[in-house]
Nanobody, 123 residues
């Protein structure tokens, strides 16, 4: 029911920055708890960051804390992931997700997913 579309991925050098966006439709966005996950080839999908419906509470994986910032713009029905000081190990397909039931840190808890956007950090 909730449709999500990510954008903003690309190729960036180590130490560079990118901002990912996720646009939602099909439901009132301000009520949605949103999360970002990422998945590298051959690896499990892992939690990156999450934000409450109001935007007042945020959660981060230890690997990105201090470098990534998640935020919501409820007026534009978007969730953003600002990424700075990017490292090669950040290379992955990044997905936004919503409608969690269970642990918000587990990819298996989410009912709705975007198609993903590729982030490549390389010289």
């Amino acid at each position: 029911q909730v449709q999500l579309v990510e954008s903003g991925g690309g190729l960036v050098q180590p130490g560079g920055s990118l901002r990912l966006s996720c646009a939602a439709s099909g439901r009132t966005f301000s009520s949605l708890f949103m999360a970002w996950f990422r998945q590298a080839p051959g690896e499990e999908r892992e939690f990156v960051a999450a934000v409450s419906g109001s935007g007042g509470d945020t959660y981060y994986a230890d690997s990105v804390k201090g470098r990534f910032t998640i935020s919501k713009d409820n007026a534009k029905n978007t969730v953003l992931l600002q990424m700075v000081s990017l490292k090669p190990e950040d290379t992955a397909v990044y997905f936004c997700a919503t409608e969690a039931a269970g642990s918000v840190y587990s990819s298996r808890a989410y009912r709705s997913w975007g198609q993903g956007t590729q982030v490549t950090v390389s010289s």
